[in-house]
């Protein structure tokens, strides 16, 4: 198997400001993805991060609300910029095992006061 | 577009078998995967189907008869440690895997 490794594994910040979330994988994998998770909520794609390109974004997360970088092929991070409590969200990175299974990091929950 | 849906919450006995259904109509199919999340922890793998068929793993088995677009997830002798939200999702995407989760199904077991 393999570990992502999360972090922060929770934050509260104020509104305005930006959080950038880090994940780092004990493998190197092609691709990594960024979800949310909203309270009660299932998981949404944020976006695909693929080594040396841009992300990919779904449709209604742009690049400049979550810029993402993905420098080499074990490390991402995802920033949350110019939060609003609307924000407030658990946020997780995922990358897969074998092409098939998805394994995920610990997850962030954020918390915009 | 995607859509998967799933029963919002399901309650069992200790020892029984429950079975938690998914439909789905989505653009693209890489295969249907259930995962498991206990409360305030990410997501854990617990099945992969791509063919039509039931792929067994000890006291769980997952379904998939993609011409209906549904899938089942059956937990037998249930244990309390099973009580958790059980996700169904469907992978897409030009081999990417992408997944499109549903909203989950809660699942209590009461002794």
Known sequence: ???????PSRDICQRGTSLTIQCQVDSQVTMMFWYRQQPGQSLTLIATA????????????????FPISRPNLTFSTLTVSNMSPEDSSI?????????????????????VV | GQNIDQPTEMTATEGAIVQINCTYQTSGFNGLFWYQQHAGEAPTFLSYNVLDGLE????????????????YL?????????????LCA??????????????????????
């Open chain 1, 1 to 7: 198997s393999a570990v992502i490794s999360q972090k």
């Open chain 2, 90 to 111: 469907v992978g897409s995407g030009a081999g990417s895997y992408q997944l499109t989760f549903g909203k989950g199904t809660k699942l209590s077991v009461i002794p």
């Open chain 1, 91 to 111: 946020y997780l990175c995922s990358s897969l095992l074998g092409g098939t299974e998805a394994f995920f990091g610990q997850g962030t929950r954020l918390t």
């Open chain 2, 56 to 71: 067994e793993k000890g006291r769980f088995s997952s379904f998939l008869s993609r011409s209906k677009g549904y899938s």
């Open chain 1, 50 to 65: 693929n080594q040396g390109s841009e992300a990919t974004y779904e449709s209604g997360f742009v690049i400049d609300k």
């Open chain 2, 74 to 86: 059956l937990l037998k002798e249930l244990q309390m440690k099973d009580s958790a939200s059980y």
